[in-house]
């Protein structure tokens, strides 16, 4: 369930901030009843940029491989890169 709180709250930076490391989630903010700020734990942030990260990397190849790129058998690639870079 996300953690919704109106403008007013960031008066109180501490409770925020305690929310925010207590719940590991972000803290969604309001400005007159909309949507208007999402504040979130530099670690929560740290995962969430993370996560993207790998989601990139799977899309790109998932496009790469719809485009006919050339697939490799798993074992025979990494023992060609221990034989290259292990000696």
Known sequence: MPIIKPITDLRNTNEISEICHKQQQPVFI???GYGDL???SMETYEELLSTNQID???FEAEREVAEGAELLDARG???ELRRKHLG
């Open 30 to 32: 309001t400005k007159n």
């Open 38 to 40: 999402v504040v979130m």
């Open 56 to 58: 990139k990397a799977i």
């Open 77 to 79: 690639a990494l023992g």
